[in-house]
């Protein structure tokens, strides 16, 4: 069974510009959660989404944005880019029994110049 | 609100060496536990978990038991090896979000360094 994929695996932007980063969970799973690891803030998360909807959210600006289609694979945009947005964006799926373990995906870095 | 407290690193062992990294956490209710593995230039690999107190998360050679009394989800290795080397991150999941969801708290991870 194929993993979590994210693609890119790497990004360079600039300040003010937007990104989008993809998901593609394990196929079956249909939670898909996101989470932003930095050197200085460790692991926080951002938004997870079960059957096309946003389950949950955490504490971060508008500016980050999620979406999930209909085949569980999810998107994630974040729009006028700050040079503090340069991260590690892991993604993790979820399958749908009792079990609670999450898969993570390798990661998107993404550097704003 | 839920947190996770582990201890500062970085570890440095030598191989063959007993292997502790403490974690105790705060959370309401009865939170999941889990330890994450992450090799340089990856994602997060589940290492162990446990799902109620007094259950004890194995593999690899670690082990981890969930102390309620104590609040505390301990990662111990009899013997590391150099490939051990990576950053270990303890974390809680709490089942009771609105709608049933899932969102993992992670502690601030600690780096373990194993030489020969």
Known sequence: ?113 | GNSVTQMEGPVTLSEEAFLTINCTYTATGYPSLFWYVQYPGEGLQLLLKATKADDKGSNKGFEATYRKETTSFHLEKGSVQVSDSAVYFCALSDQRLTGGGNKLTFGTGTQLKVEL
């Open chain 1, 1 to 113: 069974k194929a993993g979590v994929t994210q693609t890119p695996r790497y990004l360079i932007k600039t300040r003010g510009q937007q990104v989008t980063l993809s998901c593609s969970p394990i196929s079956g799973h249909r939670s898909v959660s996101w989470y932003q690891q930095t050197p200085g803030q460790g692991l926080q998360f951002l938004f997870e989404y079960f059957s096309e909807t946003q389950r949950n959210k955490g504490n971060f600006p508008g500016r980050f944005s999620g979406r999930q289609f209909s085949n569980s694979r999810s998107e994630m945009n974040v729009s006028t880019l700050e040079l503090g947005d340069s991260a590690l964006y892991l993604c993790a799926s979820k399958g749908n029994a009792g079990n609670n373990e999450q898969f993570f995906g390798p990661g998107t870095r993404l550097t704003v110049l």
